[in-house]
């Protein structure tokens, strides 16, 4: 049985439920299919899907500006197929490290550590 199949089956069983046919098939995904097995949630959608809704509410009440908005769009992405970052994550993307510091200061690991709250929750 794999996550994409076990979907599948749940798309034939509760088609009004699943939205998304896991499409990108991340592993993250069976993090959705567990809290759906489970009723923590009641649609069973892919994990990006979940992780997207939660950052554009995070995110719409924060007043960052465009570069930290692009900048937290790269960390939402590695948090879709990671689950989480941290700050040891960013020294293997240079680029982001550097432009979190230079956006953030020291409220940078404040913020991953909210990401990763709000997010992954």
């Known amino acids: ?27 993250t995904d ?10 923590e949630t009641e649609v069973l959608e892919p994990y990006s899907v979940s ?3 939660k950052f554009q509410q995070w995110v719409g009440g924060k007043g960052f500006s465009s570069q930290q908005v692009m900048w937290l ?3 939402k992405e590695y948090i879709i197929t990671s689950v989480r970052i941290e700050a040891e994550d960013l020294q293997e993307m240079p680029q982001e490290a550097f432009q979190g510091n230079q956006l953030f200061g020291n409220d940078l690991i404040g913020i991953l550590d ?6 992954a929750a």
Do not use: C, H
């Open 73 to 75: 769009e790269k960390i």
């Open 114 to 119: 909210e990401l990763n709250e709000v997010l």
């Open 30 to 39: 069976i993090i959705s299919l567990v809290r759906f097995a489970m009723g």
């Open 51 to 53: 992780v997207e809704e």
């Open 1 to 27: 049985m794999t996550p994409e199949r076990l979907w599948d089956a749940y798309a034939q069983l509760e088609t009004d439920k699943v939205r998304g046919a896991g499409v990108q098939k991340l592993l």
